[in-house]
């Protein structure tokens, strides 16, 4: 098994994304990049802990490749725009890829290359160190399937999970 930590905006879009990825073993929606130790999501909303929402993604790289995790990451968000998905602003929505080890960023580094043929020079994500990841509460885990109907679901992550099923139909489930 493989581990990305990732931030793409809102945590709930990555996880309905990856939730229905082939080869993703498990999907955690959290906190990283800060200097408050067990943030809470109202601490996070503040933006006073230095932490974004991210998601860590755990997947069996015999099923889907490191490079296909990660060219889905830059479709289902734009890296352009800094510190914001469309209506959702602060640092805590940023574009990031926190990586664990020396081959993380090497994968990281080539995928946002890679993106560049999609988004252009203008693309914003930080590729940084995993210094500490924090599980979010648990109404935040599977948001999506247990929320179909609220309004966020229903106007922003169903968009973003079909975008991601019209690009890449072959590895959803």
Known sequence: ME??????GCFWCLDAVYRNVIGVESSIAGY???????P???????IDTGHAEVLQVEFNPSVISAEQILDIFFTLHDPTQLNRQGADVGSQYRSSMMY?????????EQAL???KDIWGENIVTEIVPLD???EAEGYHQDYFAKNPGQGYCIAVVSPKLAKVRSGFSE???
């Not at 581990?3 to 793409?8: H, N, S």
């Not at 664990?100 to 990281?108: A, G, T, V, Y």
């Open 40 to 46: 809470t999501y109202e601490q996070v909303c503040t």
């Open 3 to 8: 581990k990305f930590t990732l931030g793409g």
């Open 171 to 173: 590895l959803m489930r």
């Open 113 to 115: 290359e890679r993106a």
């Open 132 to 134: 500490e990841f924090y």
């Open 100 to 108: 664990e080890n020396e081959d993380q960023k090497l994968l990281f």
């Open 32 to 38: 990283a990049g800060g200097h408050t130790p067990n």
